[in-house]
């Protein structure tokens, strides 16, 4: 037997959509990001203009976890090969110093350098 069908509601009518000005909240990454390109003097705009622009950026990257690495990948090979090239068993703590890395980050190197063979 057919299941029967639920009758559908009617869609809220709504009023037409207006931009209403939120007020200021923490600032965020994308607030620190905008500060800093102001004070570099590299964004000159107008502020209306740069308020649109940044809920564009919150609008396209909303949601996304995002790590920004202190290190780029080529420092952080560097940073690989210089650990295995000076490691012989015994010296964690002094590599750790020397590199101003963790304990924990050389033995992480080491342990992934092994894994892969």
């Known amino acids: 037997m057919p299941k029967p069908e639920t009758p559908r509601r009617p869609p809220i009518a709504t009023a037409p959509a207006t931009h209403v000005a939120t007020p200021p909240a923490d600032p965020d990454l994308v607030d620190h990001i905008f500060d800093y390109l102001a004070d570099a003097r590299l964004l000159i705009a107008d502020p209306e203009d740069i308020a649109r622009v940044k809920l564009d950026v919150r609008d396209y ?57």
Not at 75 to 97: D, Q, S, W
């Open 61 to 117: 990257f909303g949601g996304t976890d995002v790590y920004i690495p202190r290190r780029t990948a080529s420092e952080r090979h560097a940073m690989v090969v210089e650990v295995l090239a000076k490691f012989n068993g015994r010296n964690a703590t002094e590599i750790a110093r020397q590199l101003k890395i963790g304990r924990t980050t050389v033995f992480r190197i080491i342990k992934q350098a092994r894994a892969r063979g």
